[in-house]
């Protein structure tokens, strides 16, 4: 019954560090989505996958970066963390035939200091 | 491009009170239109949708109907709860990809 996973809940990072946000889901999937979620924004969508080995951009893909190695894991990589990177980051994924249901995880909060 | 404006939040009722949340969309040809709650401590999850014009999206007794006329999605509820508290989300999907409003905080007090 797990559905979608994300790891960590929270993390603070220093300016020009490196982190990977986990994402992982258990209903064969094969869409899925990272979005970010600035404070009284709407989620914008940073990169999404239509399948193991797939992956493109969203709207706000700088300074990120994922791969798709398996169809159940979705990993999120900031190379060089900057203040304008905080924000609450979700994992999400979706069947092919019901790509606008998605199944979200319960997010990230990450602070850039 | 596509977008979707809320109303601005917070927003706090009492218990059994009547609930509307305004949606409003810019999009270019007809996009489904959604929306989604997220509860405490919890990731977002698909409430209704609605897919064309004049449809009534319903669910948990909450409902919004696609109007095409004034470009609005708005979420209403006869009686609201104290577990209805929650942050609503509308969307749009386009050609692709979903778009989401800022989403709308809801706290419904005893």
């Known amino acids: 019954n797990a559905g979608v996973t994300q790891t960590p809940k929270f993390r603070i990072l220093k300016i020009g560090q490196s982190m990977t946000l986990q994402c992982t889901q258990d209903m064969n999937h094969n869409y899925m989505y990272w979005y970010r979620q600035d404070p009284g924004m709407g989620l914008k969508l940073i990169y999404y996958?239509?399948?193991?080995?797939?992956?493109d951009k969203g709207e706000v893909p700088n300074g990120y970066n994922v791969s798709r190695s398996t169809t159940e894991d979705f990993p999120l990589r900031l190379e060089l963390a900057a203040p304008s990177q905080t924000s609450v980051y979700f994992c999400?994924?979706?069947?092919?035939?019901?790509?606008?249901?998605?199944?979200f995880g319960s997010g990230t909060q990450l602070s850039v200091l | 491009g596509n977008s979707v404006t809320q109303m601005e939040g917070p927003v706090t009722l009492s218990e059994e009170a009547f609930l509307t949340i305004n949606c409003t969309y810019t999009a270019t040809g007809y996009p489904s239109l959604f929306w989604y709650v997220q509860y405490p401590g919890e990731g977002l999850q698909l409430l209704l949708k609605a897919t064309k014009a004049d449809d009534k999206g319903s669910n948990k007794g909450f409902e919004a109907t696609y109007r095409k006329e004034t470009t609005s999605f708005h979420l209403e509820k006869g009686s609201v709860q104290v577990s209805d508290s929650a942050v609503y989300f509308c969307a749009l999907r386009g050609a692709q990809k979903l778009v989401f409003g800022q989403g709308t905080r809801l706290t419904i007090n005893p």
């Open positions: 999400a994924s979706s069947k092919g035939q019901e790509r606008e249901k998605l199944f």
């Open positions: 996958s239509v399948g193991a080995g797939i992956t």
